[in-house]
């Protein structure tokens, strides 16, 4: 019996009891009516009289030690207690599921490490920006129509201050602070006063790229382009340059890629010509260079933009802009395994 009670004993004393109906239960196993301890003191007459003595301190020391018990863990318990009644579980084992990058998120940074193997570094600007960062520094003429109220988000008039329409915008504050040769990208979201439809959205991200030095070529920028379309959508991508106009490029192109998804036999994704277009590109006019501080005589350099969220939506062949931006856990769930 001595062995028996020093086992209860050791029991009492290491058992973890963490909710209220566990420790409801371990009452009733101990000193409940039929529980442990009455039934020890019962069998308490039937001992030899020499044992008694030591049998005796021992039961005595049981019963403190599961008042002792009780006490300790409905104080812990009670203080676990919040206002509203209910107590926090902190035995709980944590359900934390892990996150996933976004579908955007992966794209950019995929951009990014392409253009940094071939030395662009990364650089960014403000959202908010001033009719010279977003307009007259890029030659655009005053009349332009995407300095109208239809196009851009203006948050003050006189001094014109917007959001940035896009992200041409940093390269007059890289042309401002930085000398030549320049060789960056710069990713960022870009704001317009569209429509919201499964093809536009009044945000949406934008890459620019610029590279300016001494004897820069359009054969250059063909090059890093082509390397580019083949380093995102695979070894056998060409590219077709189309003549564009932007007021801060001359000459300027429109850039397709042979469609990735039918090879150019012709698909729905490519409207059935086999190209689909990707960016917008050309050398940086001399007018800009001059504004910048940049000597257009000693200096040439290209500039290309593309659309984050067009990339995105070619290489997950996703129909839908909007669903970019509606945060739906079984629309992002589908990247997980995408871990750059
Ligand atoms: N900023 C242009 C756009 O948003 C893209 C572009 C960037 C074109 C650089 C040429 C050079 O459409």
New binding site residues.
Partial sequence: MIDKIKQYIDAVVSCELTKFDELENFRIQYIGKKGLIPVLFNDFKTVAPEDRKEVGILLNNLKNAVQDKITQVKNLLESLETDSGHYIDLFMPVQAEAGSRHPLSIIRNKITDIFSRIGFTVADGPEIEDDWHNFTALNFPEEHPARDMQDTFFIEKKPDIALR????SVQVRVMESQKPPIRSIFPGR?FRNEAISARAHCIFH?V?GLYIDKNVSFADLKQTLMYFAKEMFGENTGIRLRPSY?P??EP?AEMDISCHICGGKGCNICKYTGWVEI????MVDPNVLQSNGIDPDEYTGF???MGIERITMLKFQIKDLRLFFENDLKFLRQFEASIT
């Fill in positions: 329409t896009h992200t041409s870009v934008q620019e932007f801060f490029t300027s960016l917008g590109c050309g500039a290309f933009g």
